[in-house]
């Protein structure tokens, strides 16, 4: 499973705790036929009706109460105490962990209209939305776009008898907009929810966000924008950025949380920016997007990181990068050396001239002190290098000698900005024919052989 079907997977979790935070979750009651079933607008039942509702409602077992229901409705098909049924069942098939059965007898409930008083259709629709979340529709269901839209519809009606509830007298409009909080919160994770299934990613962003006007410290929901925002045509990838860092820094956001993010959100940014941007400035990146996030509530307007096009352009031009192009861009600071570094550096530079100044022996590796030259004038000035590059599986570079040319082949790997301006570079070979050739030991003198007395003849 991959990193975003994890993630996604919490925005689930996160709608499932709210039912136990609502203190709007009231089951209404039938009013006992001598109280106000004669009102004018009052409902029209009768004595055996009203026992047999309440029979109902005396029920504790799941099952039990379903078997009186369906009784009762099988009895009374047009009952105005259908209002009263429903939640029943809803309330049963909750128990029983049956979210088609739920979603099925709210919308039966809310399908009542204004028979209903908007606390009990708020109910439906609470009930409903708890489903849909369980529900866990995926984009290869065939019946995906159909729940989806239900449940998005539905939850945007809660919305809307959400604020149809009058405010109880003994409760203060602080409490009451308390109460609300933890409904309206899951009623726009539904709708944003079944928005990302049905692709309406705006519609997603905006429903992500009204969580966020309610809850600035949600994590999931930061995630959720983020992860609206990525999915677009064209993605927008700076907003997902901000608002996947957005999520990493929330206070809500456990360790567990901010750490999986963050991960994610790394490999988003090498991968924007074509995964060959050396490691080191893909964390400072990071880094920096992170200390902005949590210092700012909304992205700033200037904050932007070049993409792997934009790269690419600097790299292959026109005018095609050199090192001597790279050097004097790095020279020059600003945004410029910013794109220009992030471009050059673990890239390979072939014979980088230079003029020699100091060898530093070592055992795996020799370094080598270069002045970086490009011209004659430069090359008889030159007194201290500001590059210094290893030279790995070539001994012989060490007999390259103080003062002269040296041409290199190797990785760009890191620099240091003025007014101490260094490259440094890795993995480097020097030109063979830059080396000395080893001087051969010294030939040992020829002895001449003692000359002997001819031997003595016989005599």
């Given at each position: 499973m991959n990193a975003t079907r994890r993630l996604a997977g919490l925005a689930?979790?996160?709608?499932?705790?709210?039912?136990?935070?609502s203190g709007l979750s009231v089951f209404a009651q039938a009013p006992a036929t001598g109280q106000d079933a004669s009102a004018a607008k009052g409902p029209k039942y009768t004595q055996a009706e009203y026992n047999a509702e309440q029979a109902c409602a005396a029920e504790k077992v799941p099952a039990t109460?379903?078997?009186?229901?369906d009784d009762f409705v099988?009895?009374?098909?047009?009952?105005?105490l259908l209002v009263y049924i429903y939640p029943l069942y809803f309330s049963a098939y909750t128990q029983l962990k049956n979210p088609q059965k739920v979603i099925e007898y709210a919308d039966k409930l809310v399908a009542?209209?204004?028979?209903a008083e908007p606390g009990v259709r708020y109910q439906a629709l609470y009930a409903r939305a708890l489903?849909?979340?369980?529900?866990?529709?995926?984009?290869t269901d065939p019946s995906a776009k159909d729940n989806a839209t239900k449940c998005r519809d539905a939850a945007q009606l809660g919305l809307k008898t959400l604020d149809e509830i009058k405010k109880p007298d003994t409760t203060s409009v602080e409490d009451f907009a308390k109460q609300k909080q933890a409904p309206a919160i899951l009623f726009n994770y539904t709708a944003g929810n079944a928005a990302m299934t049905l692709k309406d990613y705006a519609a997603a962003v905006a429903s992500f966000k009204a969580v966020l006007a309610l809850n600035p410290d949600d994590p999931v929901a930061y995630y959720n924008v983020g992860r609206a925002y990525q999915a677009m045509t064209p993605p927008q990838q700076m907003d997902a950025f901000w608002y996947f860092a957005k999520a990493v820094t929330a206070k809500g956001a456990t360790e567990a949380q901010a750490k999986q993010i963050k991960t994610y959100l790394r490999k988003l940014i090498a991968n924007y920016q074509g995964g060959n941007v050396c490691d080191s400035l893909t964390d400072a990146e990071l880094n920096e997007l992170l200390q902005l996030a949590g210092t700012s509530a909304e992205r700033p307007e200037?904050?932007?990181?070049p993409s792997s096009a934009d790269l690419d352009a600097v790299r292959n031009g026109p005018p095609v990068m050199t090192i001597a192009s790279v050097v004097t861009d790095l020279k020059a600071g600003g945004d410029k050396a910013k794109i220009t570094w992030l471009a050059a550096c673990g890239?390979?530079?072939p014979e980088v001239p230079g003029k020699l100044i100091e060898v530093v022996p070592g055992t795996d590796a020799i370094v080598l002190k270069i002045a970086f030259v490009t011209s004659d004038d430069e090359f008889e000035k030159a007194t201290t290098p500001n590059m210094d590059v290893k030279a790995v599986g070539q001994p012989d570079a060490a007999r390259v000698e103080k003062d002269n040319v040296v041409h290199f082949t190797g990785t760009l790997v890191g620099y240091d900005p003025d007014p101490a301006f260094f490259l440094h570079w890795e993995k480097a070979k020097v030109k063979e024919e830059d080396i000395p050739k080893?001087?051969?030991?010294p030939k040992k003198p020829v002895r001449k052989p003692v000359a002997r007395k001819p031997a003595a003849k016989p005599s």
């Open positions: 689930m979790v996160a709608t499932l705790f709210l039912i136990a935070e109460v379903i078997k009186c229901a099988s009895k009374y098909p047009n009952s105005d009542l209209g204004d028979k489903s849909c979340a369980s529900l866990n529709i995926k984009d200037s904050y932007k990181l890239l390979e530079f080893e001087k051969g030991a």
